[in-house]
């Protein structure tokens, strides 16, 4: 039986689940759940990092829903707005039902965790941003999106530079390329979360001399600490790029097809609306 790795997921947002059984509809969304088949593989062995993929015997169908941040509130109202309330007997409890849904659990999981349990089958739908998806999913063929616009979580992945100094006239990825202060000895240097997704962009696009480092957040002020030429970060009003005086020159947005795996792409002519 085929896997159901699935799950919801943003952009303008996100979604899940495949197969039979009943369809309830809301908002713009429609949602079928399944019971009858869940996934072929399962428990999670780490090794080196790496997942291992091993058969299981479970027969509940887990779906797992943001345990925190910008995506939990939003996840919520959603499957409220379908009728379909989580129930959760402690707030620091991460385990909940779904009454109108027999034999499916809730799992509350940080969205990165709640792809890497989907890839290693320890959970069979979910709710996390396209970005998560891609970064964490790392093109597995196994996760499939199911609904790619839940209509909230709308942000894209940019690469930003300093609106000053050497880079005041710098306006598109190619400019930036083209530099010739770029070289093996003294490589573009771009901090990014994104380990996964920043350089395979940059590579896509032709940045030779690249090198890379990472934090857990508050990437933007990398540039004016010194510790970086550029960023590849998460933006969405565009607020902490310009107040950290950085500007787009590139953006990707998602393009997702439900029933499909995820898919990036550039959007063309980010110069003319940086913020
Ligand atoms: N301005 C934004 N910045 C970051 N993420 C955003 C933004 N707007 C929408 N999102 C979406 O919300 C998702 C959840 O982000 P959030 O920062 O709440 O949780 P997280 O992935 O656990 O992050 P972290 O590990 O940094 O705490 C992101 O993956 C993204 O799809
Ligand atoms: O375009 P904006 O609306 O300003 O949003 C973008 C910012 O929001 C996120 O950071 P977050 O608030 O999660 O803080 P963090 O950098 O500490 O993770 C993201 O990493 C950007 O820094």
């Known amino acids: 039986m085929t896997a159901i790795q699935t799950f919801f997921l943003q952009g303008s947002v996100s979604t899940l689940l495949s197969s039979q059984s009943s369809v309830t ?25 790496n997942v291992e993929k091993r058969p299981s015997d479970r027969t509940e169908v887990r779906i797992g829903l943001p345990s925190k941040g910008r995506m939990a509130a939003d996840s919520l109202d959603l499957l409220k707005d379908c009728q379909l309330s989580v129930r959760q007997v402690y707030p620091r409890q991460y385990v909940a039902e779904i009454p109108q849904i027999p034999n499916l659990e809730v799992w509350f999981q940080r969205p990165k965790d709640i792809v890497r349990k989907l890839v290693a ?29 839940l209509e909230y979580g709308d ?41 996964y997704m ?17 934090a857990d957040g508050a990437l933007e ?15 969405s009003s565009g607020t902490t790029l310009r107040e950290n005086n950085l500007k787009e020159i590139e953006r990707w947005s998602h393009r997702a097809k439900s029933g499909g795996p995820c898919r990036w792409q550039k959007v063309p002519n980010a110069a003319k609306r940086c913020t």
């Open 221 to 235: 002020a990398a540039p004016a600490m010194g510790i970086a030429d550029a960023i590849v970060d998460l933006v």
């Open 25 to 49: 509809s809301c908002r713009k969304v429609s949602l079928k759940f399944t019971v009858s088949c869940c996934s072929a593989t399962s428990p999670l062995a780490v090794v080196n990092g």
């Open 155 to 195: 942000c894209r992945l940019s690469l930003a530079i300093p609106k000053y100094g050497i880079f005041e006239n710098v306006n598109s990825m190619k400019e930036l390329a083209e530099m010739p202060q770029w070289t093996p000895e003294r490589p573009l240097r771009v901090a990014t979360g994104f380990t």
């Open 121 to 149: 089958g320890d959970l069979d739908l979910g709710i996390v941003g396209l970005d998560t998806v891609c970064e964490y999913g790392q093109g597995d063929g196994d996760l499939i999106i199911v609904h790619d616009a």
């Open 198 to 214: 920043g350089p395979k962009f940059m590579k896509e696009n032709g940045l030779k001399h690249v090198t890379f480092s990472t």
